[in-house]
Nanobody, 115 residues
Framework: QVQLVESGGGLVQTGGSLRLSCAAS????????MGWYRQAPGKQRELVAI???????NYAGSVKGRFTISRDNAKNAVYLQMNSLKPEDTAVYYC?????????WGQGTQVTVSS
């Protein structure tokens, strides 16, 4: 069973940077979109950023200009560069791959931004 494996989370101070990575443990074909979501305590999971197979991107308004999503199709991987981090960015971050027939989720990685 193919799984998505995330890495790169951690504790950082306000204004700092982190780079999240997510890679599939095996081959996944025809990935349409790759994305990052996050869920803070007591809140619903929300979209952070998404990138299509054509490299079009879309960002939540709260992260636009600070976060950058990118993908490596050869590696079945997606990345999230997070700059100018704020305490309100604290959450568990999940990656997501969508094909025509299936949705894959990573296990989540904790990002904590201290004030």
């Amino acid at each position: 069973q193919v799984q998505l494996v995330e890495s790169g989370g951690g504790l950082v101070q306000t204004g700092g940077s982190l780079r999240l990575s997510c890679a599939a443990s095996g081959s996944i074909f025809s990935i349409n979109t790759m994305g990052w979501y996050r869920q803070a305590p007591g809140k619903q999971r929300e979209l952070v950023a998404i990138i299509t197979s054509g490299d079009s991107t879309n960002y939540a308004g709260s992260v636009k200009g600070r976060f950058t999503i990118s993908r490596d199709n050869a590696k079945n991987a997606v990345y999230l560069q997070m700059n100018s981090l704020k305490p309100e960015d604290t959450a568990v971050y999940y990656c997501n791959f969508r094909t025509n027939t299936r949705l894959y989720w990573g296990q989540g990685t904790q990002v904590t931004v201290s004030s």
